[in-house]
Structures are given as C-alpha cells and as structure tokens.
C-alpha cells in the first residue's frame, strides 16, 4: 500500500510503501509517550526504505533516544535507531534503525492516506505508562508489560494482511 505522509506544518512530505500497513500497535513507553504524543503513545507502521521519498528534507532533524533500563544497565544508553521529526513543528515522521536498513517505520499519526482498521490491537510498554493513561479493554485489546513475541511482519502475516509484491 502506497503511504503518504506530512508534518503538521506541511514542510516535510514523504511517500514509501508498506505491506503492514495497518496501525495495530500502540507504545507506551516513555520515549514514545514525550516525542510522539497522541494519547500517551506512539503507533509505527513496517514499510520499504528503498521506497521512501521525501520532500522538505532540510526540515527534517534526526535523534537517537536514550534508552532507560534502570533495573537492567547493560541495555541503557543511546538508542541505535533514528527518529526522525519536522524541525519546524516538531512533528514526529518516522524511526530508522540500521540494523534492519530495509525497513522504515512512519508514525500512523504523519500518515494522510487513510489507514485500515485493524483487526486488533496490542498495546505494548505497559510497565513504562503514565499513570494517566488508560488503556483500552476489551477482547481484542492484547496488553504487553513489554514487547510482543511476534514481529509487525509476522502480525500481518497471521491475519492475512500482508501485502508483499
């Protein structure tokens, strides 16, 4: 599926296509929660890097989080993958990680072509969630003190969702 996305002040415009294109996942973590927003968290969507076209690039700054593991110090510090944001709105795009340089995740929340519903939803992080939040219950509302068994790929795959060429 051919996904178009902008920032909030429309200075970055991006296009890339997406077999796993249906926003199934929602994050709670903290890193998530304060440079995503939306709700206390953060939904990313798997598409193809080679496929990723961008207009504005100049407005586009990029990060690496800080990962934050006090009960597990050897896994804290900077985070290898890459977020990327408009540096005029502030608007978060989507996450690159070289160790898979296949793939791209776009925030749904930049996403403007309209996006399927998904058949269920995991909420993953949960141990990291603002007191504040609350999380939707309910038979197909999956909860996760971390993160899922299954990938994004294998998810699409098992509801017959993905859509490779």
Same mark, same amino acid.
């Given at each position: 599926?051919?996904?178009?996305?902008?920032?909030?002040?429309?200075?970055?415009?991006?296009?890339?296509?997406?077999?796993?294109?249906?926003?199934?996942?929602?994050?709670?973590?903290?890193?998530?929660?304060?440079?995503?927003?939306?709700?206390?968290?953060? =939904?990313? /969507?798997?598409?193809?890097?080679?496929?990723? %076209? &961008?207009?504005?690039? *100049?407005?586009?700054?990029? !990060?690496?989080?800080?990962?934050?593991?006090?009960?597990?110090?050897?896994?804290?510090?900077?985070?290898?993958?890459?977020?990327?944001?408009?540096?005029?709105?502030?608007?978060?795009?989507?996450?690159?990680?070289?160790?898979?340089?296949?793939?791209?995740?776009?925030?749904?929340?930049?996403?403007?072509?309209?996006?399927?519903?998904?058949?269920?939803?995991?909420? =993953?992080? /949960?141990?990291?969630?603002?007191?504040?939040? %609350? &999380?939707?219950?309910? *038979?197909?509302?999956?909860? !996760?003190?971390?993160?899922?068994?299954?990938?994004?790929?294998?998810?699409?795959?098992?509801?017959?969702?993905?859509?490779?060429?």
């Amino acid at each position: 599926m051919l996904l178009e996305g902008s920032c909030h002040c429309e200075s970055v415009r991006f296009r890339v296509d997406s077999p796993s294109p249906y926003p199934y996942m929602a994050c709670y973590c903290s890193i998530c929660r304060k440079t995503a927003g939306g709700g206390g968290y953060a =939904i990313n /969507l798997g598409a193809d890097y080679n496929t990723l %076209e &961008v207009e504005g690039e *100049e407005n586009i700054t990029a !990060f690496h989080a800080i990962i934050r593991e006090p009960e597990n110090p050897e896994r804290s510090g900077e985070s290898p993958a890459w977020r990327h944001f408009c540096n005029r709105c502030g608007s978060a795009l989507w996450l690159y990680d070289p160790r898979w340089p296949e793939l791209v995740h776009p925030f749904a929340s930049a996403i403007d072509t309209p996006l399927p519903k998904p058949p269920e939803r995991n909420h =993953i992080m /949960l141990d990291y969630k603002a007191p504040w939040c %609350e &999380v939707p219950e309910g *038979e197909h509302e999956h909860h !996760f003190s971390r993160g899922p068994d299954e990938s994004l790929e294998e998810w699409h795959r098992r509801h017959g969702l993905y859509d490779a060429p």
